[in-house]
């Protein structure tokens, strides 16, 4: 049976996103971010990524650190966002890869 609307996906997200699931907490994060289908909000955006970064999901230690590195949903945070993105980087993630160069993190 296809979700009937936005609200009803939200929902599936956040009781997936609760049960500790890092995609849905990824794309949870950024409907917070976007405002899509939730209120914009920036502190919840960055708990639920930094939740998916945590739980070793790779894109999303690399939304996280830019999150860190740009002040989102918190204050600005180079030095985390340095080690995220090592992280992400660690598991073949070729963005986080360039942000640590421009960050002066790997060769």
């Known amino acids: 049976m296809p979700l009937s609307n936005d609200a009803d996906k939200v929902r ?16 949870l994060a950024n409907r917070y971010l976007r405002g899509q289908g939730v209120a914009a909000d920036a502190k919840r955006a960055a708990y639920w990524m930094g939740q998916a970064a945590a739980a070793g999901l790779a894109t999303a230690q690399r939304s996280y650190g830019e999150f860190l590195e740009q ?9 985390a966002a340095r080690l ?16 640590l160069q421009r960050l002066g993190g790997v060769d």
Do not use: C, K, M, N
């Open 12 to 27: 599936l997200l956040q009781d997936d996103a609760e049960a500790g699931e890092p995609r849905a907490q990824r794309h």
């Open 71 to 79: 002040g989102t949903g918190s204050t600005a945070d180079p030095e």
């Open 84 to 99: 995220w993105y090592a992280r992400a980087a660690e598991q073949g993630d070729p963005v986080a890869r360039q942000h």
